[in-house]
């Protein structure tokens, strides 16, 4: 592949920028992922970058592949196709940092990194389907970018920005038009709000991805947040170490370490993406005191097999990351290409249990519409459920009593508000299982 003149010229430019913030002196000290799936470094569409600008997150998220010609020159796309990517930009834009094209396996049109990046003429072609915000978080704003839905936690949405504009993304409502920050005042109110309502303990600040902020920014709400005495946990939501994993730097690492505890969600769908540099970001991250969870999306053509996904959650549990939720793909506008039956999920989750170590299997959900919350899904295990006994099947379909221990009646539960709804949705389970005989 070519380099243009153009590109060649801002190469320069940006080596004579400022150097990169964080240093690279620890990357000889971890060790490789022991994931034989692991991709491998830059591939030859970027092998005249010189390795400072490689590593710089800066320079990486600078040099985000952000319009069709430029996509062109990187990878084979016909005239049809540029035409038909370029209308469907119009309306959901594209961003691919180096980094995460580099991983492309540039021949295959199904390679499912790239249907992950790169636009689908179907975002237009189906758009009749689906919803603007399905989950609702309009309705539950408490101020500008403060989400409200649960009595002890709330969502924090500093910018819209993301390092890579996933084509599955819940909120492509808000970056669709693109580019925004919230401003001093706005966090301001947001922190407010969460000082004076004490339920609140956790506090999720996600996507946009809040890594886009710099380290210096992120840590004056960071540092603000755990000055409130009632927020336990911070929890942050980012898919920088897959997408663009030379973010996890010294620097970073360093800042997040004072601010425990503070975890991490992050968003490998594909164990391609299991790669020695995500790998790196995610114990430097461990290392700093930081755990990681993954919180995948089931999409189509990406990770909807039972193999695949056992590929990536074993891949995850090697580089220490756990396999916390399997997402249904919400019902977006523009990514109903992307979506599966829900049956696809519960297929997932059943090829692995018995198969693999339970550690390795997320919890798959729905996240109800209407802001009705997540709802996880299981295969049936519990066939039956009749006079003190249980009739179970394990992995294998073999069948099992088991004697259901008769416990004390409870006076009183946690959730008081939730008993006659759980008392009717038992009811009427039983009633199903009575007429389903082993
Ligand atoms: S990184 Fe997250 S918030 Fe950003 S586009 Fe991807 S899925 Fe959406």
Same mark, same amino acid.
């Given at each position: 592949m070519q380099t243009t003149t153009t590109t060649l010229q801002r190469d320069l430019r940006e080596l004579e920028e400022e150097e990169p913030p964080g240093t690279n002196d620890t990357l000889d000290r971890v060790e490789? #992922? #022991?994931s034989k =799936?692991?991709? =491998?470094? *830059?591939n030859k569409l970027f092998d005249y970058v010189p390795e400072t600008n490689w590593n710089d997150w800066k320079w990486q998220f600078r040099n985000r592949v =952000?319009?069709?010609?430029?996509l062109a020159r $990187?990878? #084979? $796309?016909? =005239?049809?196709e540029q035409a038909q990517l370029k209308l469907v930009t119009t309306k959901y834009p594209l961003s691919v940092p180096p980094y995460y094209l580099s991983l492309f396996d540039i021949d295959n049109p199904d390679d499912p990194l790239r249907k992950q990046a790169l636009p689908s003429f179907h975002e237009l072609g189906l758009a009749g389907m689906g919803v603007e915000d399905p989950l609702e978080e309009q309705k539950d704003t408490a101020v500008p970018g403060l989400v409200h839905r649960y009595p002890d936690r709330v969502l924090m949405v500093l910018t819209d920005l993301c390092p890579m504009l996933c084509r599955h993304c819940t909120r492509k409502r808000e970056w669709q038009y693109g580019g925004w920050v919230r401003t001093t005042d706005e966090i301001e109110a947001m922190l407010d709000y969460i000082r004076m309502n004490r339920s609140i303990r956790d506090v999720i600040i996600s996507g946009g991805d809040p890594l886009t902020l710099s380290t210096q920014r992120l840590e004056q709400v960071i540092s603000e947040l755990r000055r409130i005495e009632h927020v336990e946990i911070i929890r942050i939501g980012t898919r920088f170490p897959v997408v663009l994993p030379q973010r996890i730097d010294d620097e970073l690492c360093a800042m997040l370490s004072k601010y425990g505890p503070l975890w991490v969600n992050t968003h490998f769908n594909n164990s391609k993406e299991i790669t020695p540099e995500s790998a790196r970001a995610c114990d430097r991250l461990l290392r700093a005191g930081v755990p990681v969870n993954n919180q995948a999306v089931l999409l189509r053509g990406v990770n909807d097999t039972v193999e695949e996904h056992t590929r990536l959650c074993q891949g995850l549990l090697k580089i220490?990351?756990?396999p916390y939720y399997l997402y249904q793909c919400d019902e977006v506008r523009g990514t109903e290409h992307l979506r599966t039956p829900v049956e696809a999920g519960i297929r997932?989750?059943? @090829?692995?249990r018995g198969h693999t170590s339970g550690l390795a299997i997320p919890t798959f959900v729905i996240d109800l519409p209407h802001g009705g919350g997540k709802v996880p899904l299981q295969p049936d295990y519990m066939l039956m459920r009749k006079d003190g006994? $249980?009739? $179970? *099947?394990n992995y294998k379909y073999q069948l099992f009593r088991y004697r +259901?221990? +008769? @416990? #004390? *009646?409870r006076k009183k539960n946690g959730h008081k508000n939730n008993t006659a709804a759980r008392n009717s949705t038992i009811g009427q389970a039983n009633k199903r299982v009575a007429v389903n005989p082993v």
């Open positions: 490789e #992922p #022991p =799936t692991a991709a =491998t470094r *830059r =952000t319009s069709v010609d430029e $990187l990878i #084979p $796309l016909s =005239t049809k220490k990351v756990r997932i989750i059943e @090829g692995m006994e $249980l009739i $179970l *099947r +259901n221990p +008769n @416990g #004390p *009646r």
